[in-house]
């Protein structure tokens, strides 16, 4: 009896020692300076292609006389958001977008230190994209800037943001939890859930559920009159997420979770700078 005992301690050791292992890993991958640069830069680049698409649907529907239809707009970004995560998601987690930053800090998956460089990688990538569809296009389309609808008050854009946002970082937490891990295959679920939120609410408020995506054309617009509600709306979405995710699966996203926040950089370098054996080539 005791020597069952004493094993199930040793197993019960190993499996923590494990964790911890992994744990202390992916601090000193995240925590390296040397590849701090190429994540910020996935972040520019993957929030610059985001929004280039989403703000550019109502650019290129101005200039065109209407030729881009409103499903056609609010599917391209559902479609863009999927390829990046895709293509560099192992890079930086392809946050993309400051609410999604701020939800993984909060759930214990992302170091906060490093959010804000985030934050300001993703309003840098939303800027340069709106800086050039006017210098393309000027203001036409107000750049694809998101404002509450003729039709509907600001209230109502600032609630429609929020249970979108809370829908859309469920999913994310969702599809990158331990207790449903997805990997790859999440990128299907967030495309979709944008492409669905668009195709019902974008004619209230936008469908924005990013901060970083409605700066970009109210900074290059200089018209900030709005843009309260794409702030306190998606984040405090983001936070409700963080929350039900909690009651449905308990604290933290586990070692997938970390992941698929903070990517697997160093593993991903550490891979591609191994050189082919030229002797085993010869041979």
């Known amino acids: 009896m005791s020597s069952q005992k004493v094993s199930g301690e040793q197993q019960e050791h190993s499996i923590l020692s494990g964790i911890e292992a992994g744990f202390e890993f992916n601090r000193r991958n995240f925590d390296n300076p040397a590849f701090e640069w190429r994540r910020l830069f996935s972040e520019v680049l993957g929030t610059f292609l985001l929004v280039i698409v989403a703000a550019g649907g109502g650019t290129i529907n101005a200039v065109s006389n209407g030729a881009i239809s409103l499903s056609a707009r609010v599917t391209a970004p559902g479609l863009m958001v999927l390829a990046v995560i895709l293509f560099m998601g192992a890079i930086s987690g392809a946050h993309l977008n400051p609410a999604v930053s701020i939800a993984f800090a909060t759930r214990g998956d992302f170091p ?152 697997k950089l160093e593993e991903i370098v550490a891979e591609n700078s191994i050189k082919p054996d030229k002797s085993s080539e010869t041979s």
Request: aromatic fraction near 10%.
């Open 112 to 263: 906060w230190l490093r959010v804000p460089g985030y934050i300001i990688a993703q309003l840098v990538g939303a800027t340069l994209a709106c800086l050039l569809l006017k210098a393309l296009f000027g203001n036409a389309g107000m750049l694809g800037a998101t404002e509450p609808s003729s039709g509907s008050s600001v209230w109502q854009a600032l609630i429609m943001e929020f249970v979108l946002t809370a829908g859309l970082v469920s999913t994310i937490l969702g599809t990158s939890s331990k207790a449903q891990n997805l990997g790859p295959i999440s990128a299907f679920g967030v495309g979709a859930y944008i492409i669905l939120a668009g195709l019902w609410a974008a004619p209230i408020s936008g469908a924005s559920m990013n901060p970083a995506r409605s700066f970009g054309p109210d900074l290059v617009l200089w018209n900030f009159s709005n843009y309260w509600v794409y702030i306190v709306g998606p984040i405090a979405g983001a936070l409700v997420a963080v929350g039900i995710a909690f009651i449905l699966r308990g604290r933290g996203g586990g070692q997938s979770g970390i992941g698929a926040a903070q990517g």
